[in-house]
C-alpha cells in the first residue's frame, strides 16, 4: 500500500487535537479563516479516511 504523510502545522487557532492510534490529528483555522488537517504521522489512504470521520465526528462533539 502505498503510504504518504501530511506534515503541515498547527497555528494558534487550534480547534482539536484529536489523538488516534497512529498519531495526532489537529484540525485549525488559518489566518483566512479556512480549515486545515493536520495528519502528524505517515498514514494510508484508509487511515486518513477513518480519521476525517473521527475528526467530524467525535471531536467536534467536545469541540
Same mark, same amino acid.
Given at each position: 500500500?502505498?503510504?504518504?504523510? =501530511?506534515?503541515? +502545522?498547527?497555528? @494558534? @487557532?487550534? +480547534?482539536?487535537?484529536?489523538?488516534?492510534?497512529?498519531?495526532? =490529528?489537529? @484540525?485549525?483555522?488559518?489566518?483566512?479563516?479556512? @480549515?486545515?488537517?493536520?495528519?502528524?504521522?505517515?498514514?494510508?489512504?484508509?487511515?486518513? +479516511?477513518?480519521?476525517?470521520?473521527?475528526?467530524?465526528?467525535?471531536?467536534?462533539?467536545?469541540?
Amino acid at each position: 500500500m502505498i503510504k504518504f504523510a =501530511v506534515l503541515l +502545522y498547527c497555528n @494558534l @487557532l487550534e +480547534y482539536n487535537d484529536c489523538p488516534t492510534p497512529g498519531g495526532h =490529528v489537529c @484540525l485549525t483555522m488559518n489566518a483566512f479563516d479556512s @480549515l486545515s488537517l493536520t495528519i502528524y504521522h505517515w498514514c494510508s489512504d484508509t487511515e486518513i +479516511y477513518t480519521t476525517i470521520k473521527k475528526i467530524f465526528g467525535i471531536c467536534n462533539a467536545n469541540r
